[in-house]
């Protein structure tokens, strides 16, 4: 769990505030405002509640609390599966077959999150080693591919440097 905790925690950022601006009028009234229409669809869940040009805050979100695998092992050859795991409800999902049709089968290669995509770098697939890159949108479910490192690497790291992400 603190993998996961870490993961959620590391691309949230929160904006500093002060005191005055925490309990402003304008925002205990959006709070207000929040509370009554999540506690009217709870008590009364008709499907005319749910209009987001009403209330915009009812739009649905990734939470948080997704974690999402990539590839790696099975039997004796690399996979290109794609699954997600929701800690708010302990259940695993596995991204459909369409997705999946352009999905490299890799294992050993390197993934990071930056700016709502996740990048696939590198990897290993039992026979070869690779340079390519490619992203996925979890909100669309598209693959992409991206410009090529200039070597082949897997096993390895990726993370962050400023807002660029370093292999």
Not at 47 to 72: A, C, M, N, T
Request: aromatic share 14%; hydrophobic share 35%.
């Amino acid at each position: 769990m603190t993998f996961i905790y870490i993961l959620r925690h590391s691309f949230a950022s929160i904006p500093e505030t002060t005191d005055s601006e925490r309990y402003s009028e304008e925002g205990h009234e959006y709070i207000t405002t929040v509370f009554n229409v999540l506690n009217d669809i709870h008590l009364h869940p008709l499907p005319s509640k749910f209009d987001i040009r009403l209330h915009p805050f009812l739009r649905p979100r990734i939470p948080r609390d997704i974690l999402f695998v990539f590839g790696g092992w099975s039997a004796s050859n690399a996979t290109n599966t794609i699954e997600s795991y929701d800690c708010r409800v302990n259940k695993w999902y596995t991204t459909d077959s369409q997705s999946l049709v352009s999905a490299p089968f890799r294992s050993y290669h390197g993934l990071i999150s930056f700016n709502g995509l996740i990048y696939i770098i590198g990897g290993f697939d039992g026979r070869q080693h690779f340079n390519t890159v490619f992203t996925f949108n979890p909100i669309t479910k598209t693959l992409s591919e991206k410009s090529c490192m200039h070597s082949p690497r897997f096993d390895i790291n990726v993370s962050f440097f400023d807002t660029i992400p370093v292999h």
